[in-house]
């Protein structure tokens, strides 16, 4: 086995689901189209096959895509999957002491669909590719057509410009790469209000 796909994206469904899937990953493979020698491979869990076992699915093409795009937004934090998503490639950075002083690019390309201020400390410090003010929950057919959305598609070459050069140069393939399962959240407690007193 090797290396199958060059991008594994990450997202979750909850707020990104159709940004994803009608812009982001269209504009993306078109854009490294241009930008890479050969077709590039790109894994969206929407393709899966019926009858496929999906975690199972999940899990071989996170071990054999060579970088990661995840879509960074508060509720992508919330999602247990997502998490283990990213925790499995920072494992294979630390393996591969990729995101050192010595070899600082990682594997983890984020895009930032919303927000910031309330990601866990990890993903603050990644650079990531910010494309808030694009970040727009409409249909292909409805957002193509507004003026801005020119200045999304200029964003996202420029972005596969840069990933497309990062996916050449990642490390030989390893079998014994691990999924790595990410640590629960932190359980949020809120302090209520007293609104009597005790006796």
């Known amino acids: 086995m090797a290396y199958e796909y060059d991008v594994f994206l990450s997202y979750t469904r909850t707020g ?14 078109h854009s490294l189209e241009n930008a890479m020698p050969r077709q590039p491979r790109v894994f969206v869990d929407w393709q899966q096959e019926s009858g496929t076992v999906w ?8 071990q054999t895509s060579r970088v ?6 508060p509720p992508y934090f919330r999602s247990a999957w997502c998490r283990t998503e990213l925790a ?9 002491e990729l995101g050192t002083r010595r070899h600082p690019q990682g594997l983890t390309h984020p895009v930032i669909f919303a927000d ?22 409409m249909t292909y057919e409805g957002y193509s057509k507004s ?3 020119v200045g999304f598609l ?46």
Do not use: C
């Open 16 to 29: 990104t689901g159709r940004w994803v899937r009608e812009h982001l990953y269209p504009a993306l493979t």
């Open 88 to 96: 499995t490639i920072a494992h294979r950075e630390r393996l591969l």
């Open 116 to 137: 910031g201020k309330h990601f866990p400390p990890e993903a603050q410090r990644l650079q990531g590719v910010s494309l808030i003010k694009w970040g727009v929950d």
């Open 68 to 73: 990661m795009v995840p879509v960074f937004s």
């Open 154 to 199: 200029k964003a996202v070459r420029a972005f596969a410009i840069t990933l497309a050069d990062r996916i050449e140069r990642v490390p030989a393939w390893q079998p014994d790469w691990p999924v790595v399962e990410a640590e629960p959240l932190p359980e949020v407690r809120a302090e209520l209000p007293r609104l009597w007193g005790t006796s």
């Open 147 to 149: 003026p801005a959305y």
């Open 55 to 62: 975690p199972e699915n999940l899990a071989n093409a996170l």
